[in-house]
């Protein structure tokens, strides 16, 4: 099964930015819209940017997501404590037997 | 607002099939596809499969021989089922709505062990 490849972790300063990043190939991120979800441990995720770069409403304008190509991006400005979580891309997958979903193998962020 | 309450799983000896079941309140059940996503302990998020309110499914390639979803549209339920559960199914299982997972269950624990 295909995965989308993340960094495993990523830090900052409080107010810094952070930028995770999420690469895969043609049939999902180079065909597909992709999504980024937030998990605080022992909780359910919840999605922060769909559709490569749309925020929910409640999402925090610091959250902001890319695409280029076969990349996505995920962009946290002015970072705070309360970000500290994993996160995780998610894109749909073409092929010949059909469609599923893929997730990305998931970044933990720690906020210095 | 749309919530997902889901129930089931539990503890499951390996070979036994595993029975979960999600329910919808609030909000619209038709036009939206609805997911099982499962989590291993201390690992990664892993989509399971999907069904639309008219029955269309899509599975993980590396668990359709073992998983079926189904979906009762008078209920508002959705529901998943794997055979022949191994160790290595043991996770928190969550259900979402629609094909993006804009929405997610609470989750439920399933431990596999003899």
């Known amino acids: 099964q295909s995965v989308l490849t993340q960094p495993p972790s990523a830090s900052g300063t409080p107010g810094q930015r952070v930028i995770i990043s999420c690469s895969g190939t043609?049939?999902?991120?180079?065909?597909?819209?992709v999504n980024w979800y937030q998990q605080f441990p022992d909780t359910a995720p919840r999605i922060v940017i769909y559709h490569n770069d749309q925020r929910p409403s409640g999402v925090p304008a610091r959250f902001a997501g890319s695409k280029s190509g076969t990349s996505a991006s995920l962009a946290i400005s002015g970072l705070q404590s309360e970000d500290e979580a994993d996160y995780y891309c998610?894109?749909?997958?073409?092929?010949?037997?059909?469609?599923?979903?893929?997730f990305g193998t998931g970044t933990k962020v720690t906020v210095l | 607002q749309v919530q997902l309450q889901q129930w089931g799983g539990g503890l499951l000896k390996p070979s036994e099939t595993l029975s979960l079941t999600c329910a919808v309140y609030?909000?619209?059940?038709?036009?939206?596809?609805w997911s099982w996503i499962r989590q291993p302990p201390g690992k990664g998020l892993e989509w399971i499969g999907d069904?639309?309110?008219?029955?269309?499914?899509n599975y993980n390639p590396s668990l359709k021989s073992r998983v079926s979803i189904s979906v009762d549209t008078s209920k508002r339920q959705f529901f998943l089922n794997v055979t022949s559960v191994t160790a290595a199914d043991t996770a928190v299982y969550f259900c979402?709505?629609?094909?993006?997972?804009?929405?997610w269950g609470k989750g439920t624990t399933v431990t596999v062990s003899s």
């Open positions: 609030g909000g619209s059940f038709s036009g939206y596809s």
């Open positions: 069904i639309t309110d008219s029955a269309a499914a």
């Open positions: 979402g709505r629609g094909r993006r997972v804009s929405t």
């Open positions: 998610g894109a749909w997958e073409d092929s010949l037997n059909g469609s599923f979903y893929v």
């Open positions: 043609g049939p999902n991120i180079g065909t597909n819209f």
